[in-house]
């Protein structure tokens, strides 16, 4: 082929970037220069694909061709192969871990292909810093359905009736808290998109800003035309200085293109988004403290009975605050219609869940599947399932306030409902899997550990009863657990949970709870025969053989 | 409100709609426990100790809950009873204290609720209990701060917030680090903090508590005597010392709310340096005496002195009926009109504009009526600090909508809460005043009928508006012609409006006419004879009202009846049986000169200091030192005592009966809460014996409730004031323009001294939160958070003399010098730079202009030419 063209798609996501791509990305475009292949070969930037476990990863196409842990010394190698003569290189394919074959092509992976990448569509596949990638993708075509075909009122039915539900974890009807803000009687209205994600092992808010920060932005200006706001604040950590970065990107050329500012495409609708840097502590994403803290305050939730954000948010003026991942969901509900959307997922929990997969799984990264996907789908056909031969143990979902579930939930659905029967919740979309080498005590001291420095202070029952329940976990890791610890465990959680102000303290106890539940022999070791079956409680490690027999107990 | 009916733990209730279940539950007594409630503030629900069940089985917290018909609330249950049980443990648990050494303990919240829910320490030792000590912030003198014995419930910092404004402290740090402390953990004194202790009244724990706490033995209701808000107070008493001062909540002027001075600075009472015995000068030295030496030795040489040979200063500081007995001693005994009280340094201007225009020098409104107010002018005043009760009421009538305007040189707390600030030069305020009505007049925002109904000589000073033209005014003051016509339109349109001033508008030689310019604004929108809305000079010393109430004025005798009217004094004459001297006497501040030039040639001076605050006192001291007799009576040994040749030690306001009357005209009941420190004796009894001694009549008082009577008999303005009633209320007497009242047309005529070559800046002076006169100085605490005398100068001045920040320097006018340290700052205008007035080592009355008001005759104390040079 002497004039072939091609595409080389270098993921630019943070992990990848972790691992090295923004050097490989400068390399690749250096020797494609040098061979002066300029003409038939384009290297391109990428948000995440989401397979950072096995990044760097680049994309070749138009054949799709996937490449993972690339290195720096293999850039001459990947040019040379993208010559009329190359040849793909079979050493960067991904192997299947179990049977160690190649495969060379993107779609075959067992990773993706089990995925529903809908919200994710673009991450891995666009410039998130040109939006004329976004443009070619059909970006903005929803925003521009909506202003020129659209009452605000239609918008709104079309959310409602595509039974879209809020992704930052509550679940609530997005479409019912935009019409509630619709009809909240006053003139300033806000937008605010909450990008505060504050779990310790949860990315896929940062992925989509970073990989597709346009979809979020239209998102975000349809949502203004429904309700009828003007201006729009996108809360980032500021520990996402890349998602900062790409947003920025993204909000100027969004500007100069006429689809943010003043008289958006001609309809004669205003709306303008700032970027909001909040200074990194978990409570500020409850919506409540979030609007507190752009508001120059100490991030506080505050109590019930008061008026929803909906009614009186950012400086008491109705506001719409949505996750990132339910802003990116817009554009698709109004381009493909409420019927597609809704015909994906469960009764109840409509379209994709979006989960960072982490822990002790084969396949770790960031992954989009239909509600209603059972626990084993994801952990063993998409995750890979446990590495190194070991036993699944539990998974832990919704981040540090959510539960550990055992075994026995590998085949229940995976959606909003499902979870919190379990004793979990969907959350912010961590997903932890822990093999046999996982003490489970140890797994709830570590999430009381985060909780009891996260809770914002004020309610006595979350500041000092995570504390408490923190400080008895940490006595039972060290062999110093009291018989009527776990009674004391489950009293004190009871009394955080009916106690507390917000969601972060009545969630705050599930990761014990759940383990009590579901573990309650490997308290019993810890506490009565001062053993940790799991071997990771340093204090509590024993000579093999030694194991009582209460271990395993459910 | 709609009344609605609940059910409480089974008994039925009629509730206000609105009113949470907390609110309602507490009124009728049933007791819900509750740690971050409090009801001066908005409910936060953190504590959530106040959970209860609603309509069967909800669990809701009480204090945000509002009730609604039909409402069925249990405020006891298993449920209910887990939670709040697992609080206590837990707060308990975490609190490293042992209730014997904690001063909070017989108030404590947590205890009371720990004792409400049987707290169980048998459970609560299932609990891993807290072991680290954190360290307690012990920086104020007058409170301390132990964060191991805070439960966090916020209530310090929403009172900062929600009742002072200021917000010193909040949570800091997250989860279970929490604590409360100022800005980046820096200690309290530190911070903002201003002491008002409203904290640590409010504190539930023993987290705020006054440092050297004794419980006092008894306590007392009276009226705090620093300044002329006349807060309410309870003097808590042990062993014959004020050990403790509590706001009352029942007085209308301050609803409980105190200042650091009231709260905490009532040790001068006890204060060692109190006058103990009389003292006098033989060979050029103090010796100890007995009374009856001294009251000899007086009579003696004051029998030399009747007529106006003599003069007498009275005090600010005294009640009412001391405030009688002493203009009536002037007058019957010693035959002169020359008594005059300190009030003349400050408030003369107004109460004489006042008088000349709506007939009364006094406060229009009363104080809590400003809450209510739709604007406030506050001009020439910086009320949060030199009357920080009144300013918590314009921070309050600010949250509740009203709008704010300030003028003011200098950039002082209240510009923080301001809708517009005006920063005119200092001594230019007719000009902007008058700015103001003109644009009000132009753009037609009068209210032509008020004027029309209720004024006089509206036309002549319409005329007079004509001279000042936007652009001259905005010559004049350095203010643009926009932000003065938005001033006048906010002012105009926002009805009813209050004007506030104190000495900024008085303390020039031009202070009348600055009275006049206000009155003329307020006149010219109706501002008069509403609720809400008027004037409100604001005075600074407890009794500044009642000293010229009572008469201790050269030419009114009390209730302001003219020495000058013969029927007037007929009627005096008659009442005291004696011949009256029918020449008006001559000021305080004229009093100086005419010693100089032998005309006085004896002065009796009670309670008042003018070697340090008098414009221009150097003079004075002079004068102090040429005259033949000079008698000081007072609780301290002040710098003018030094020039006495008797001193007699008078007693505090904490040992005597009487009255005072405030800045708004409350008429409030004084009471002896201990004995005369020493062998001090009060000042009504000093000078009816001494007027016995001299032989003067009608001084036979046993009691001050007998002057009282007199007073009122003799007084209209008094007539209804008898002990009886003032036992247990206060007589609120206001007085709104009776007749017409009277426009003055006026020039604007700048201040005496300008700047020149030789003396380039404006020195102006300005109240220090932390002093009051000799009062203050003698309160270790106020010291500390005083600091040093600073002189504060804008930062483009001190470039270009090259000076900065801490640097002592020289400050130099045409009377005298003094230093002082710098403290650079934008709050000082380019070219003005001003200092406190209450220092002995600066005394800024050195440098200060004794140029009298041609009517008032205060001094021009707020506006002198001064030069800096750097110390080398």
């Not at chain 1, 900062?244 to 006429?258: P, S």
Request: aromatic fraction near 8%.
């Amino acid at each position: 082929m002497s004039n072939r063209r091609c595409t080389v798609l270098i993921c630019q996501g943070t992990g990848c970037i972790s691992g090295g791509a923004e050097q490989i990305f400068s390399s690749l475009e250096e020797e494609v220069t040098r061979l002066n292949l300029g003409e038939s070969v384009q290297i391109k930037r990428t948000g995440c694909h989401g397979f950072c476990q096995r990044g760097p990863l680049i994309v070749i196409e138009p054949e799709s061709i996937f490449y993972s842990k690339v290195k720096l010394d293999d850039v001459p190698e990947i040019v040379q192969s993208l010559l009329p003569e190359g040849k793909p290189l079979e050493r960067l394919f991904y192997h299947d871990p179990v049977t160690g074959k190649p495969i060379p092509h993107y779609g075959d992976i067992p990773f993706y292909n089990k995925q529903e990448r809908t919200v994710l569509r673009n991450c891995g596949h666009i410039d998130p810093e040109d939006i004329g990638d976004f443009l070619a993708v059909g970006g903005y075509e929803a925003l521009r359905k909506a202003l020129f075909d659209m009452t605000p009122e239609q918008v709104i039915e079309e959310v409602k009736h595509s039974g879209l539900r809020g992704l930052g974890g509550a679940g609530f009807p997005t479409g019912r808290k935009w019409e509630a803000c619709r009809v909240a009687p006053g003139e300033e209205k806000y937008i605010i998109c909450n990008g505060d994600e504050g779990d310790p092992g949860a990315f896929q808010d940062r992925s989509t800003m970073e990989g597709d920060p346009h979809s979020v932005l239209e998102g975000m200006i349809i949502a203004g035309y429904a309700i009828g706001a003007k201006k729009g604040f996108v809360y980032v950590r500021a520990e996402y200085p890349l998602a900062v970065k790409r947003l920025k990107i993204a909000i100027t050329q969004a500007r100069e293109e006429g689809f943010l500012g003043k008289d958006i495409l001609g309809s004669g609708f205003d709306f303008d988004i700032e970027i909001f840097q909040g200074a990194g502590a978990f409570v500020c994403g409850e919506s409540t403290a979030l609007v507190l803290s752009i508001q120059g305050k100490r991030g506080m939730p505050k109590p019930l009975p008061r008026p929803r954000t909906a009614e009186a948010g950012l400086w008491d003026k109705p506001t719409l605050l949505n996750n990132v991942k339910t802003f990116a969901n817009i554009p698709l509900i109004i381009n493909r219609g409420w019927k597609w959307f809704a015909s994906r997922g469960t009764e109840k929990s409509k379209g994709t869940a979006i989960f960072s997969l982490t822990g002790k799984v084969a396949n770790c990264g960031l992954i989009e599947v239909p509600m209603g996907i059972t626990l084993r789908e994801v952990i063993y056909d998409i995750g890979g399932g446990i590495p190194g031969g070991k036993a699944f143990k539990a998974v832990q979902t919704g981040g540090p306030s959510g539960g550990c579930l055992p075994a026995s939930f590998l085949d229940m659905p995976v959606d909003f409902d499902s979870l919190i029967t379990a004793g979990s919740m969907m959350g912010s979309g961590g997903m932890v899997v822990m093999d046999e080498d996982t003490c489970m005590v140890d797994v709830a001291r570590y999430f009381l550990d985060f909780t009891r420095r996260e809770s914002c202070g004020q309610c006595i029952p979350c500041r000092l009863g995570t504390e408490q329940m923190f400080e008895i976990l940490d006595d039972i890791t060290k062999g110093q657990g009291r018989p009527e610890d776990i009674e004391l465990l489950l009293e004190l959680s009871d009394a955080i949970i009916h106690g507390s102000l917000c969601a972060l303290g009545k969630t705050a106890p599930n990761p014990v709870l759940t383990t009590i539940r579901y573990f309650r022999g490997e308290y019993e070791a810890h506490i009565d025969e001062k053993w940790c079956p799991a071997g990771v409680c340093r204090e509590l490690i024993k000579e093999k053989g030694s194991s009582p027999e209460t271990v395993g107990r459910k | 409100m709609d009344k609605i009916t609940i059910t409480i733990d089974g008994s039925d209730i009629v509730a206000e709609s609105g009113a949470t279940i907390l609110e309602v539950a507490l009124k009728n007594g049933i007791y819900i426990p509750h740690l971050c409630y409090h009801p001066d503030l908005k409910p936060i629900g953190a504590c959530r100790l106040c959970i209860v069940e609603i309509d069967g089985g909800k669990l809701v917290i009480s204090c945000r809950m509002p009730v609604k018909q039909g409402m069925s609330i249990k405020t006891k249950s298993p449920e209910i009873d887990k939670v709040r049980r697992a609080i206590i443990e837990l707060l308990i648990a975490n609190h490293h204290a042992d209730c014997r050494d904690c001063t909070k303990s017989r108030q404590c919240e947590l205890l009371k609720i720990a004792t409400f829910i049987r707290f169980d320490r048998k459970r609560a030792r299932r609990l891993r209990w807290a072991k680290e000590e954190l360290p307690r912030d012990t920086s104020n003198p007058f409170f301390d701060m132990d964060p191991n014995r805070c439960v966090l419930c916020g209530i310090c910092v929403r009172t900062c917030e929600e009742i002072q404004g200021v917000g010193a402290i909040n949570f800091i740090g997250r989860g279970y680090t929490s604590k409360i402390a100022p800005f980046g953990d820096k200690p309290l004194v530190q911070s903002r903090c201003i002491s008002c202790g409203e904290c640590v009244v409010r504190c539930p724990v023993g987290a705020l508590v006054p440092k050297n706490v004794q419980r006092p033995e008894r306590e007392v209701k009276t009226i705090c005597s620093y300044c002329g808000t006349g807060c309410g107070v309870y003097l808590g008493i042990r062993d014959n010392a004020v050990v403790s001062v509590r706001g009352d909540t029942d007085s209308p002027v301050n609803r409980g709310n105190l200042c650091v001075k009231g709260r905490f600075g009532a040790s001068f009472v006890n204060s060692s340096d109190r006058l103990i015995a009389p003292l006098i000068k033989r060979k050029g030295k103090f010796t100890k005496t007995s009374w009856d030496e001294a009251l000899a030795v007086v009579v003696d040489k004051l029998a030399k002195y009747k007529g106006d040979q003599f003069a007498l200063l009275a005090s600010t500081k005294c009640t009412n009926e001391e405030s009688y007995v002493i203009q009536k001693f002037a007058r019957a005994v010693m035959n002169t009109n020359n008594i005059d009280n300190c009030a003349r340094l400050c408030y003369a201007p107004t109460m004489v504009a006042l008088h000349e225009t709506i007939g009364v020098g006094a406060m229009t409104n009363s104080i809590s009526e400003l809450e209510k107010t739709s604007c406030i002018l506050a001009i020439g005043t910086n009320v949060t600090r030199a009357h920080p009760v009144i300013g918590i009421k314009v921070k309050r009538a600010v949250r509740n909508g009203a709008k704010l305007i300030v003028v003011n040189p200098k950039e002082i707390d209240l510009c923080r809460f301001t809708d517009i600030w005006l920063r005119p030069y200092p001594g230019t305020d007719v000009a902007l005043i008058m700015g103001m009505s003109q644009v009000i007049v132009d753009e037609g925002l009068l209210d032509n009928a008020f004027i029309e109904e209720n004024c006089e000589d509206f036309e002549e000073f319409r005329e007079s508006l004509e001279d000042f033209s936007p652009g001259r005014v905005e010559r004049i003051t350095g203010v643009s012609r926009e932000i003065i016509a938005e001033a006048a339109r906010i002012y105009a349109t926002n009805k009813p409006a209050a004007i506030l001033w104190s000495t900024g508008i008085t303390q020039h030689s031009h202070g009348t006419d600055n009275v006049f310019a206000l009155v003329n604004l307020a006149m010219l929108t109706g501002n008069m004879g509403k609720p809400s809305g008027g004037l409100y000079p604001l005075l600074g010393e407890n009794n500044a009202q009642g000293a010229c109430d009572m008469g201790c004025l050269p030419d009114f005798y009390p209730g302001y009846q003219r020495v000058t009217d013969p029927g007037v004094r007929g009627k005096f004459e008659a009442a005291w049986d004696v011949d009256l001297n029918p020449t008006p006497g001559l000021a305080f501040t004229e009093t100086w000169q005419a010693i100089l030039d032998e005309k006085i040639k004896a002065v009796y001076i009670i309670g008042v200091d003018p070697a340090l605050s008098i414009a221009g006192s150097q003079r004075v001291r002079e004068a102090l030192r040429k005259a033949e007799f000079v008698v000081v009576q007072d609780i301290f040994f002040n710098e003018t005592a030094k020039f006495a040749h008797v001193v007699l030690p008078a007693a505090s306001f904490a040992e005597k009966e009487g009255t005072f009357t405030n800045t708004e005209r409350r008429i409030q009941r004084v009471r002896r809460a201990i004995e005369p420190v020493g062998d001090s004796r009060p000042d009504w009894e000093i000078i009816c014996e001494l007027a016995k001694r001299l032989g003067g009549k009608g001084f036979d008082f046993s009691h001050p409730g007998e002057i009282a009577s007199e007073i009122a008999s003799i007084a209209p303005l008094y007539g209804g004031m008898s002990y009886d009633r003032l036992e247990n209320e206060s007589l609120e007497r206001l007085h709104t323009p009776s007749g017409k009242g009277k426009f003055k047309p006026l020039e604007f005529r700048p201040p005496t001294e300008v700047p020149d070559v030789e003396y380039p800046l404006v020195l102006t002076t300005e109240r220090v939160l932390y002093r009051h006169g000799a009062l203050s100085w003698k309160v270790e605490g106020l010291n500390i958070l005083k600091g040093k005398e600073l002189v504060e100068i804008n930062p483009r001045d001190a470039a270009n003399y090259g000076i900065g920040h801490g640097q002592i320097v020289r400050i130099i006018s045409r009377r005298g010098e003094i230093k002082a340290e710098v403290k650079v700052t934008d709050a000082s205008l380019p070219g003005v730079i001003s200092m406190g007035f209450h220092s002995i080592e600066s005394p800024t009355n050195v440098l200060t202009n004794p140029t009298l008001d041609p009517v008032a005759k205060t001094p021009e104390s707020k506006v002198c030419a001064v030069r800096i040079v750097p110390q080398t």
